[in-house]
């Protein structure tokens, strides 16, 4: 019998490349969505147009991480093996518009998933997709798992109050449950209100005529990219070992918007500061600076590290949208 996974924001980023992962392991593959007035499944498109038919093992359920019951059905029906939690309201600055919801999304939605697996299949492994925003006014550089959380947005104390849970749900439950605190990961299936592809969707744009300005708020934010693909493969390997632990994930390189602009408009010889503009509605209430992890935990422990550079992940990320947006002046068909 195959292992069966269950992951939650399955049509997100990191939930299409981990069920691709999953499946090309040999994984029963469950996916939670939410019901919407239209399909929001594109990320997985690349799974049911595998030609060697993984989709076969791959099952995507109704359900809300609001909703209880239906996370409870959903455990007891599916009794996974593995459960990976990246199911959020993730946009951190919208989380400062819709902070209850996001406390009930992103925080309170691990509550129910947890008391599901606990009560209807305690066996499952369990993942929490934690998030570098948790350290927000950095404590220390880098930042490690010992790092004291300070976080600056509801989201990010969404994500503190949902590791907690996580460490408390395996001392007193002795449930096999790891925090994952990941930071920046992007590719060419990020969000497009994400920074990142925010970026290089109008690298794309601009270059081929049809935008002609790009606004942007703090440029001078330093973050720690790396690319999604090796970040699912390290959710994984946390969950293959003999107990769980904590485990932070990062390139320990850190670099700011303002380069990822340099790289991303270079890319297609166009100089940004000609076409790039601030706007303070992007600005947050409270900002981030400064984030930098440590991943040598990881290293030694999982053998896990990274292997595409900054330099690397804006190119491969411009490269697709300028190949996107050909296809959609063309009007062919064309995934990511």
């Known amino acids: 019998m195959p292992k069966k996974a269950l992951i939650t924001g399955i049509t997100g980023q990191d939930g299409s490349y981990l069920s691709e992962l999953l499946l090309g392991k040999g994984y029963e593959v469950h996916g939670l969505i939410r019901r919407a007035s239209t399909f929001n499944t594109e990320r997985l498109d690349t799974v049911y147009q595998d030609p060697h038919n993984t989709k076969a093992h791959l099952f995507l359920h109704y359900g809300d991480l609001a909703d209880s ?19 959020a309201q993730s946009h951190v600055r919208v989380s400062f518009d819709v902070p ?96 990142t592809r925010k970026i290089t969707r109008a690298v794309a744009r601009i270059k081929a005529g049809v935008q002609q300005k790009l606004y942007l708020g703090n440029l001078d934010s330093q973050r720690d990219w790396g690319y999604a693909p090796e970040y699912v493969e390290a959710m994984w390997m946390m969950l293959q070992q003999d107990k769980p632990d904590d485990y932070v994930i990062a390139t320990n390189e850190t670099h700011t918007i303002r380069e990822f602009l340099e790289v991303s408009f270079g890319r297609v010889g166009l100089e940004w500061q ?63």
């Open 100 to 195: 209850e919801y996001t406390a009930d999304i992103t925080g309170t939605g691990t509550v129910r998933l947890l008391e599901a697996i606990r009560q209807a299949s305690p066996h499952s492994r369990f993942y929490q997709a934690s998030s570098s925003e948790m350290f927000g006014l950095v404590q220390a550089v880098p930042q490690t798992e010992t790092t004291p959380f300070y976080p600056r947005s509801p989201y990010g104390a969404a994500k503190v109050f949902s590791y907690w849970l996580v460490v408390n749900y395996r001392e007193s439950y002795h449930l096999h449950a790891s925090n994952g605190i990941l930071f920046n990961h992007e590719s060419p299936r990020r969000g497009e209100t994400f920074v």
């Open 69 to 87: 019951v239906s996370t409870y059905k959903l455990i007891d029906m599916v009794k996974p093996d593995e459960v990976y939690h990246l199911g």
């Open 274 to 336: 000609k076409y790039v503009e601030f706007d303070q509605r992007y600005v947050r209430p409270a900002e981030v600076d400064l984030l930098i992890g440590d991943a040598s935990k990881a290293r030694k422990q999982l053998g896990w590290e990274p292997k595409t550079t900054f330099k690397q992940l804006a190119e491969i990320m411009t490269d697709a949208d300028v190949a996107l947006l050909q296809h959609e002046m063309s009007g062919k068909n064309f995934r990511l």
